[in-house]
């Protein structure tokens, strides 16, 4: 089974929820068991599963991000980009910017 390497990015206060590191790589394989192409949605799945201990509804909600949450697939904003259907490709860059701030 192959595997993507897709780099990660959380940016915006975003990163205190990953021990303050903003970038990470992940691996995930390029098809799900179900035998579709990993998506974007797979991706988030897999941070909120494996990379998160706590505070998991600050990032997801219901099955996607929560509003808030500025996502860039390759800098370009994910609306333009199927959002969670997106099929990722190896060596993707998928930036999470919170846009909710404190104050």
């Known amino acids: 089974m192959s595997e993507l390497t897709i780099n990660v ?36 799945f897999y941070i909120r599963d494996n990379m998160m201990t706590e505070k998991k509804d600050l990032f997801v909600e219901k099955d996607t991000v929560r509003p808030g949450i500025l996502v860039l ?16 490709e190896d060596k993707d860059e998928i930036v999470f910017i919170s846009t909710l701030h404190g104050g």
């Open 9 to 44: 990015e959380f940016s915006g206060g975003m990163e205190l929820l990953f021990n303050n590191v903003s970038k990470h790589t992940v691996r995930l394989p390029a098809t799900q068991s179900s035998g579709q192409r990993s998506t974007l949605q797979d991706l988030i």
């Open 73 to 88: 697939i390759n800098n370009t904003d994910w609306e333009l980009c199927d959002e969670l259907e997106y099929q990722l």
